[in-house]
């Protein structure tokens, strides 16, 4: 008997189905979601100041944008949307309030509706913190009690556990589209 499943995490998580967060294994541009690893499309249209895109644009885009997952801004010079590692037998979570170093979270609704967790100085390229077989509910546990810890992934059979966090990156600011 599977004691593990059905899921739900605390409210501290929103649930991103389908995704696998901080696997960065063959991570690569690219301007659609991907089975073989994270995606990100630049938006800048020069690289220049007057390329970049604000905040405000990229929530739009990203809203409209089908699979668009998150988004980052850097230092007025470069903004690009990312699309997390697609895979049907995983499920992320991310934590709701955490971000690098334990920068202040805020959340934006564009004119769009879209929610979003704004982590500043936070790298978008997300990164392993471990992997484990554990059931859904103590890798909860395990991301809970460990402060870097901002997202976890589970397979559907519920018997591994990887968890992650962002890397700390002063020049960026990341955004991530917040599931109900």
Known sequence: MNLTLPFTP???YFEVPGSWVGDDQGGAYGPQPSVDGRRDLDLDT??????YLDADTMMQICDKRPGCDSFGVAAHAQSSIEFFKRDSDKTAYIHRFRCA??????????????????CKSTNWAAAALGSFKLPPFLCQ???DHNEKCQAFTVDA?????????????VSNTYYIKVRS
């Open 10 to 12: 605390t409210g501290n």
């Open 46 to 51: 020069d690289g220049s100041y007057e390329g």
């Open 157 to 169: 059979a519920g018997n591994n556990c990887w968890l992650s966090y962002y890397p700390t990156d």
């Open 101 to 118: 170093d334990g920068i202040a979270v805020n959340t934006t609704a564009p004119m769009t509706g879209g929610i979003y967790k704004m």
């Open 141 to 143: 546990q395990s991301c």
